[in-house]
């Protein structure tokens, strides 16, 4: 269901090579789906870029898939993502002298500004880690990578007696 839903926001395109998603969010409905497709993700800091003359944010994830967990299969697959128009930066908690160290992307927000149709988007990573970037608009895409493999497990988010999640 999922799956569907994403396809009807998002412009889809076929590729040759793959049958993986390619999508597009151009505005915050889109980036909420997008959001969903991308919840577990792991992300390697080596794998993040920020290019600031060319206004793009860039990241490569391994993708939980979710839409075949519905189906009862646990699958992941190799991600790219980025953001264009990009004007600024900023990491929490991201330790980027580590490369190696894995992120778990737990959401992907958008806050409009003031003036629309600029804003923050802001990736939030288990653990409290999260990056913000300052856009000029909403213009996302994501696109799979290469074969998908099982998944050892499907992420669970359990609340400890506290409230506060585990993933």
């Known amino acids: 269901m999922l799956e569907q839903e994403a396809r009807a926001m998002f412009k889809r395109s076929s590729s040759?090579?793959?049958?993986?998603l390619r999508l597009?969010?151009?505005?915050?409905?889109d980036?909420?789906?997008?959001?969903?497709?991308?919840?577990d993700a792991l992300v390697r800091v080596g794998d993040?870029?920020?290019?600031?003359?060319?206004?793009?944010?860039?990241?490569?994830?391994c993708r939980y898939d979710w839409a075949a967990a519905e189906q009862g299969k646990r699958e992941r697959c190799h991600s790219g993502v980025h953001f264009d128009g990009v004007r600024r930066v900023r990491h929490l908690r991201i330790a980027r002298d580590k490369p190696d160290a894995i992120l778990d992307l737990l959401a992907v927000t958008f806050e409009p500004a003031a003036e629309p149709p600029g804003g923050v988007v802001t990736l939030i990573f288990a653990?409290?880690?999260a990056i913000s970037l300052d856009v000029e608009c909403v213009?996302?895409?994501?696109?799979d990578l290469g074969p998908r493999w099982a998944?050892?497990?499907?992420p669970s988010h359990e609340l400890d007696?506290?409230?506060?999640?585990?993933?």
């Open 151 to 154: 998944a050892k497990a499907c």
């Open 31 to 39: 980036l909420s789906c997008l959001s969903a497709l991308l919840q």
């Open 48 to 61: 993040i870029a920020f290019l600031p003359e060319q206004r793009r944010f860039a990241f490569v994830g």
């Open 161 to 167: 007696e506290d409230g506060a999640g585990r993933s």
């Open 127 to 129: 653990g409290g880690a």
């Open 24 to 29: 597009q969010a151009m505005d915050a409905e």
């Open 16 to 20: 040759p090579q793959s049958d993986g």
């Open 139 to 143: 213009e996302a895409r994501l696109q």
